[in-house]
Every structure is written in structure tokens, then in C-alpha cells.
């Protein structure tokens, strides 16, 4: 599985303005729902549910909240960098300023952890979040998410 096949260039976002974890996920929730015609209320709502179990910050800024939907056919996600800095309650306390978020089929199963996985391993490179982190334009974030290295595939 390859970033591409998670993520379309109308995805991404250079600079995305929120001040609590609670704006990131309505805004990104948000932006989501409109580009798959998803209710935005039931994408927000699952991703609340999620955080319940434990913040998906995941640590160094970086941030990874997904949630199940019924009757999406395909994972997808989309990816922000933040404005500026936020608390998100991270592992690590450090605000989050990078945010890759997704959405998996209800019944997606392994698919979806070896999604997770793949971004994880990704994000988990320090070259390339402190490149991330100096892209102003959402097409050069894009080509820095998805092109990458085979040894990031899951």
C-alpha cells in the first residue's frame, strides 16, 4: 500500500489554522466529508470516538487520528500541516503541527492497520516531517508524501 493509494493531491493542505485539537478535527473532518460527500457530523463523531480510546498523538508534532465509517468503500485520508503548532494531548506533550488523518471501511481489517502502519513509518522520518514542516504549497507536500522510497510501503 503506497501513500497515493491513500491520499489524492486535492487531499492536502499547507496551512490549515486551528487552535484546539477540537477545531483540528472539525476542520479536517470537515474538508473530508465534502470531498467524499460524508456527512461531516458522523466523520467528526467517529473521530471523537476514537480519541476516547487515547489521543492518536502519536508524538514529535505529529498526529494520525482515524475512525471507521460504514459503507466507505476505500481507506482515504487527508494530511494538514498546521499553521501553527497545537496541543493534541500527544504522547509526548508536544503540540502537533502535522496531521494525517483517515478513514477506513468498517469491515477493513488488516488493510486498515497496514495503512496506519504505512503513514507511521512515513511520518516517522525526521527529513521528511522538517520538510513537511517548511512547505508552504499543499503540491509540494503532496510530492514529498508520495514520493518515497519503497522501504516505507507496508
Known amino acids: 500500500m503506497n501513500i497515493e493509494d491513500l491520499l ?11 487552535s484546539s485539537k477540537k477545531q483540528i478535527l ?14 461531516e457530523r458522523l466523520a467528526f463523531d467517529k473521530l471523537l470516538e476514537r480519541e476516547r480510546l ?5 508524538g514529535r508534532g505529529i498526529a494520525i487520528p482515524h475512525a471507521r465509517i460504514e459503507g466507505l468503500e ?4 487527508i494530511f494538514a500541516r498546521l ?6 494531548g500527544s504522547v509526548d506533550d508536544l503540540p502537533v503541527d502535522l496531521v494525517f488523518m483517515m478513514f477506513a471501511p468498517e469491515d477493513a481489517g488488516a488493510d486498515h492497520l497496514k495503512a496506519l502502519a504505512r503513514v507511521s513509518r512515513l511520518l516517522r ?26 522501504s516505507y510501503a507496508a
Open 125 to 150: 522520518d525526521p527529513t521528511i516531517c522538517d520538510k513537511l514542516r517548511q512547505s508552504t504549497d499543499a503540491a509540494a507536500a503532496y510530492a514529498l508524501l508520495v514520493h518515497q522510497p519503497a
Open 26 to 39: 472539525q476542520t479536517l473532518s470537515r474538508k473530508w466529508a465534502q470531498l467524499h460527500g460524508v456527512d
Open 8 to 18: 489524492a493531491a486535492e487531499h492536502v493542505f499547507a496551512d490549515v489554522k486551528a
Open 54 to 58: 487515547g489521543s492518536t498523538g502519536v
Open 74 to 77: 476505500n481507506i482515504t485520508g
Open 83 to 88: 499553521s501553527t503548532p497545537t496541543d493534541f
